[in-house]
Nanobody
């Protein structure tokens, strides 16, 4: 089992920055993917950024050049640095990790960008 705890959401003006953190605990050694998704009202959950451990890092086109995902070597945390935020970035952001064939999700943290 893996437990996830997110922090760092909030309200920010357009053009501002926020940093989200997801702390992972439990059976984290065999995690293979760590990432962030978001879900805006009335929309489907979508990938924002993810790290495939030892392989690659992927970003949604809408956040490339503005957001940066990072993690520690021990897989205890994964961060999402969000710069140049836009009102359309407003959503609940969810941490996701994959261990084996199981997806684990955080409880979500609200990010609201005012215009």
């Amino acid at each position: 089992q893996v437990q996830l705890a997110e922090s760092g959401g909030g309200l920010v003006q357009a053009g501002g920055s926020l940093r989200l953190r997801c702390a992972a605990s439990g059976s984290i050694v065999s995690i293979t993917r760590m990432g962030w998704y978001r879900q805006a009202p009335g929309k489907q959950r979508e990938l924002v950024a993810r790290i495939i451990v030892g392989v690659s890092t992927n970003y949604a086109d809408s956040v490339k050049g503005r957001f940066t995902i990072s993690r520690d070597n021990a897989k205890k945390w994964v961060d999402l640095q969000m710069n140049s935020l836009r009102p359309e970035d407003t959503a609940v952001y969810y941490c996701n990790v994959v261990r084996g064939s199981t997806d684990y999700w955080g409880q979500g943290t609200q990010v609201t960008v005012s215009s």
